[in-house]
């Protein structure tokens, strides 16, 4: 299964700030997934990222507050814009290696904003 | 869209004993992927097994099984043997050729000296 390399592993941001998290992968992948696990809850999608296409978002998530690159096959950056203590949250990247065997995950970045 | 329920928030269970945690899904798809995946404190999701919809046979890996039910839409993870390291959040996950992952609420499990 693909290795993926997440950074940072947490931070404490101040609100108004941004902050962009990145995911390194071991091996080419098509698509790149970026999640949202807030306190004590399950992990919600933010946006799938193609590489040399525009991210497509889920519902409640916009391009202005998560801005994504995909600029190659192996790397992929979530920003988490303007924040503010809501955004507070573990944030998580996810490929689906070829011949499939099930998702692989980033080791998460904790985000605290204060 | 599917859904993924788990009807147990909590759980523990003493070292040793057996455990089993419960999963229902809902889904019009015939063809589809269930999984469970472990979340200790460190916040890394590790696939613990999976199950292939086609498959009738129950997957097991080590300590590990499901109870997979497809007609009822249930996938159960039975964990033998309990140890401390079981100590996590479990979710339950579906996936479906759309290329979505779609997770539980999560299990939260204890096991106690």
């Known amino acids: 299964s693909a290795v993926i390399s997440q950074k940072p592993s947490r931070d404490i941001c101040q609100r108004g700030t941004s902050l962009t998290i990145q995911c390194q992968v071991d091996?080419?992948?098509?698509?790149m997934f970026w999640y949202r696990q807030q306190p004590g809850q399950s992990l919600t999608l933010i946006a799938t990222?193609?590489?040399?296409?525009?991210?497509?978002?889920e519902s409640g998530f916009v391009i202005d507050k998560f801005p994504i690159s995909r600029p190659n096959l192996t790397f992929s950056t979530l920003t988490v814009s303007n924040m503010s203590p809501e955004d507070s949250s573990i944030y998580l990247c996810s490929v689906a290696p070829q011949g499939f065997y099930g998702y692989t995950f980033g080791s998460g970045t904790r985000l605290t904003v204060v | 869209a599917q859904t993924v329920t788990q009807s147990q928030p909590e759980m523990s269970v003493q070292e040793a004993e057996t455990v089993t945690l419960s999963c229902t899904y809902d889904?019009?798809?015939?063809?589809?992927?269930l999984f469970w995946y472990k979340q200790p404190p460190s916040r890394q999701m590790i696939l613990v097994i999976r199950?292939?919809?086609?498959?009738?046979q129950n997957a097991t890996e080590n300590r590990f099984s499901v109870n997979f039910q497809k007609a009822a839409k249930s996938f159960s993870l039975k964990i033998s043997d309990s140890q401390l390291g079981d100590t996590a959040m479990y979710f339950c996950?579906?996936?479906?050729?759309?290329?979505?992952?779609?997770f539980g609420g999560g299990t939260r499990l204890m096991v106690k000296p």
């Open positions: 996950a579906f996936y479906n050729a759309g290329n979505m992952l779609t």
């Open positions: 091996s080419q992948v098509t698509m």
């Open positions: 990222a193609n590489q040399g296409s525009e991210a497509t978002y």
């Open positions: 199950q292939e919809a086609y498959k009738q």
């Open positions: 889904t019009s798809e015939n063809n589809y992927y």
